[in-house]
């Protein structure tokens, strides 16, 4: 009789104080340790697609996320904070459940997720290197080892790092001293150099304009000709007033 094998069909999941997700069991104890062992939830794995967007440019592949998670959809809410998970076919990318995603990570040194890390590394170098002008190249190696070190400080802390927060590490690096926005503050200060000056041109010339003193003139007289007409009219319309106060007595004597 064949020997039956375990497999990752489902997973219960906890919600902890740091406000993401930890996995507090697993149909398959042998090969999986819940020990620090984190997952990615719905929002987390939005928020990751639109973190790598970008990198489409710069030689990320789809296909290699894909093969790094194991995806789960939501079964059972077991009360407590706790979420009884089931596995599923579904794409990280195209699919519209709420997934949470299990890096896998049977073989951390050579496994799916693994190589993720390294792909995405190599795709936020490249593009470092496409956008700022470093006065040496950034390269691979030292990208690793600025994150590893970080990375090495929570573990002395004894705190486990969770998977999201490895991803965004990588996602959102940049050098010391530079910030993702750095060009464009320099462009705006040009243009805001330049905009108060032909502001202050635009001005001169718009009070120095004779035709808008025209027309501002032409306002006033305007508003000086309703004054009068209006004054015109309540004067016409205080003598009809008189004229029909004596219309009246006029017919009724003639009545009498």
Same mark, same amino acid.
């Given at each position: 009789?064949?020997?039956?094998?375990?497999?990752?069909?489902?997973?219960?999941?906890r919600?902890?104080?740091?406000?993401?997700?930890?996995?507090?069991?697993?149909?398959?104890?042998?090969?999986?340790?819940? /020990?620090?062992?984190?997952?990615?939830?719905?929002?987390?794995?939005?928020?990751?697609?639109?973190?790598?967007?970008?990198?489409?440019? =710069?030689?990320?592949?789809?296909?290699?996320?894909?093969?790094?998670?194991?995806?789960?959809?939501?079964?059972k809410?077991?009360g407590?904070?706790?979420?009884?998970?089931?596995?599923?076919?579904?794409?990280?990318?195209e699919?519209?459940?709420?997934?949470?995603?299990?890096?896998?990570?049977?073989?951390?040194?050579?496994?799916? =997720?693994?190589?993720?890390?390294?792909?995405?590394?190599?795709?936020?170098?490249?593009m470092?290197?496409?956008?700022? #002008?470093?006065?040496?190249?950034?390269?691979?190696?030292?990208?690793? /080892? $600025?994150?590893?070190?970080?990375?090495?400080?929570?573990?002395?802390?004894?705190?486990?790092?969770h998977?999201?927060?490895?991803?965004?590490?990588?996602?959102?690096?940049?050098?010391?001293?530079? #910030?993702?926005?750095? $060009?464009?503050?320099?462009?705006? $200060?040009?243009?805001?150099?330049?905009?108060? #000056?032909?502001? #202050?041109?635009?001005?001169?010339?718009?009070?120095?304009?004779?035709?808008?003193?025209?027309?501002?003139d032409e306002?006033?007289?305007?508003?000086?000709?309703?004054?009068?007409?209006k004054?015109?009219?309540?004067?016409?319309?205080?003598?009809?007033?008189?004229?029909?106060?004596?219309?009246?007595?006029?017919?009724?004597?003639?009545?009498?």
């Open positions: 009789m064949a020997k039956p094998t375990s497999t990752l069909d489902w997973c219960v999941v919600l902890g104080e740091d406000h993401n997700w930890w996995v507090h069991e697993t149909s398959d104890p042998v090969r999986w340790d819940v /020990d620090g062992l984190s997952i990615i939830d719905p929002r987390q794995r939005d928020h990751l697609i639109e973190l790598v967007d970008p990198l489409r440019d =710069y030689g990320f592949e789809q296909d290699t996320m894909e093969r790094a998670f194991i995806p789960f959809r939501i079964e809410d077991l407590g904070g706790k979420v009884r998970l089931k596995r599923t076919k579904e794409s990280v990318f699919s519209e459940e709420k997934l949470f995603l299990l890096p896998d990570i049977l073989d951390e040194e050579n496994g799916p =997720y693994a190589d993720l890390l390294d792909h995405l590394t190599r795709c936020r170098v490249k470092l290197n496409d956008l700022f #002008e470093f006065e040496s190249k950034l390269t691979l190696d030292e990208v690793e /080892d $600025e994150i590893r070190e970080d990375q090495n400080s929570s573990f002395i802390e004894g705190r486990a790092v998977a999201f927060e490895e991803i965004t590490a990588i996602l959102d690096f940049m050098p010391a001293g530079y #910030e993702t926005d750095d $060009e464009k503050p320099a462009k705006s $200060e040009e243009e805001d150099d330049d905009l108060p #000056e032909l502001d #202050e041109e635009e001005e001169e010339k718009l009070k120095n304009d004779e035709s808008l003193k025209w027309d501002e306002d006033e007289e305007e508003g000086d000709d309703e004054g009068k007409d004054e015109k009219d309540e004067e016409e319309e205080g003598d009809s007033d008189g004229d029909e106060d004596e219309k009246p007595r006029a017919r009724s004597r003639g009545k009498r």
